[in-house]
């Protein structure tokens, strides 16, 4: 009995250690805690591996201290890089109009990751009001400036057939192009209009823990002409299971924009 209550005090303890250091753990308290496609478990603590990441793939030694196995699921999280790839820098987000354009540069964490961008234009966690949407010119530009700069033809080209699900495209052009830097305009500025973007003073989980109640209601991003202008369906089409940033299961996850509801 000892020795089971030590066990799972000490995944307790692992699990706190891994939510503030951003990755998603969770305890397996007995057999019926069956671990998800995108998770692996060790020492009854199972934790969720990136999207682009074959869980398979991921090897925790059994002979890992704590800390080194943290230091395991860090590298394969890899949250700095995901972030600086995948959110939208202060640079990019400070701008109420494009008269104002920052110079081109990349983005430093945490520098460039200081703002609390709450959900649904919010000032505050106390504000009952809805803001104004993301300005997705702006974020449009920080993916010509920063997440596509200095990519391959290749590259971008993986980039594509990663977006609209395919495994290739023919010939490339500016048209597919600009269809791509739309479609990762529109999802970064939709994830941004539902959960927000944390400052990096914090960790994914209290980020989530302030903010989950100032969630906007489900297809309140997208109207309609703004979705088909940056090749989305007009409705918010999330497929079979919903908007995931609405759903309580959800937690909030820096760098990882949902990208679904795009048009084929």
Same mark, same amino acid.
């Given at each position: 009995m000892i020795n089971y209550l030590r066990r799972f005090v000490r995944a307790i303890e692992t699990k706190t250690l891994a939510l503030s250091k951003s990755i998603k753990a969770r305890v397996l308290y007995n057999d019926n805690d069956k671990l998800k496609e995108n998770e692996i478990a060790r020492n009854n603590v199972a934790y969720a591996v990136p999207s682009d990441v074959d869980p398979d793939s991921v090897y925790l030694a059994?002979?890992? =201290?704590?800390?080194?196995?943290?230091?395991?699921?860090?590298?394969?999280?890899?949250?700095?890089? /995901?972030?600086?790839?995948? %959110?939208?820098?202060?640079?990019?987000?400070?701008?109420?109009?494009?008269?104002?354009?920052?110079?081109? =540069?990349?983005?430093?964490?945490?520098?460039?990751?200081?703002?609390?961008?709450?959900?649904?234009? /919010?000032?505050?966690?106390? %504000?009952?009001?809805?803001?104004?949407?993301?300005?997705?010119?702006?974020?449009?530009?920080?993916?010509?400036?920063v997440k596509l700069a200095g990519k391959s033809q290749r590259e971008l080209e993986m980039e594509y057939n990663t977006m609209y699900e395919q495994d290739s495209l023919g010939v490339w052009d500016n048209k597919k192009m600009d269809r791509l830097v739309k479609s990762i305009a529109f999802v970064v500025s939709r994830k941004i209009w539902y959960v927000g973007r944390k400052p990096s003073s914090m960790s994914d989980s209290e980020w989530d823990n302030d903010t989950r109640h100032m969630r906007p209601d489900d297809q309140s991003y997208s109207k309609g002409e703004k979705g088909k202008k940056y090749g989305y369906d007009a409705a918010e089409n999330w497929g079979d299971t919903g908007n995931p940033y609405i759903q309580d299961e959800y937690s909030y996850t820096s760098g990882d924009p949902d990208e679904r509801g795009r048009k084929k």
């Open positions: 059994d002979n890992l =201290t704590q800390f080194e196995e943290i230091a395991v699921m860090e590298s394969v999280t890899d949250k700095e890089n /995901k972030i600086k790839e995948n %959110d939208v820098s202060d640079e990019y987000i400070d701008y109420s109009n494009d008269d104002k354009k920052p110079a081109p =540069t990349l983005p430093k964490y945490p520098d460039s990751y200081r703002q609390a961008i709450y959900p649904a234009g /919010k000032s505050s966690p106390t %504000d009952q009001t809805e803001g104004g949407k993301p300005n997705i010119q702006m974020i449009r530009k920080w993916v010509e400036d």
